[in-house]
């Protein structure tokens, strides 16, 4: 059972990144899934989070307009977009996933598993 998160790397500042994250061993379809970061020095945080179904979203309020997740329950794999990105972005992002029904307030989210480095350069 596991999230493998990728698509991370170099961007500057304006740019834009597509993150996937795969699961392996599991369905992602009875779960709602969440994206966090994690910068140097600092706390892990919540990004976004998408419902089962995947028509509601939440993301937390420094990336609205800029980032959008996804997902495709067929493939078993979650996205998210990052457009606009800022140095203030710069951080391990990481997915995760919730059976909680108080997720949408990134609760019950099991966060683990490598993620994946995205570096904004001003």
């Known amino acids: 059972v596991q999230l493998q998160a990728s698509g991370g790397g170099l961007v500057q500042a304006g740019g834009s990144l597509g993150l996937s994250c795969a699961a392996s061993?599991?369905?992602?379809?009875?779960?709602?899934m969440g994206w966090f970061r994690q910068a140097p020095g600092q706390e892990r945080e919540f990004v976004a989070a998408i419902s089962r179904s995947g028509g509601t979203q939440y993301n937390t309020n420094s990336v609205k307009g800029r980032f959008t997740i996804s997902r495709d329950n067929a493939k078993n794999t979650v996205y998210l977009q990052m457009n606009g990105l800022k140095p203030e972005d710069t951080a391990v992002y990481y997915c995760?996933?919730?059976?909680?029904?108080?997720?949408?307030?990134?609760?019950?989210?099991?966060?683990r598993g490598q993620g994946t480095l995205v570096t904004v350069s001003s």
């Open positions: 061993g599991f369905s992602l379809r009875p779960y709602h």
């Open positions: 995760a996933a919730s059976q909680n029904v108080q997720w949408h307030l990134a609760v019950g989210f099991n966060v």
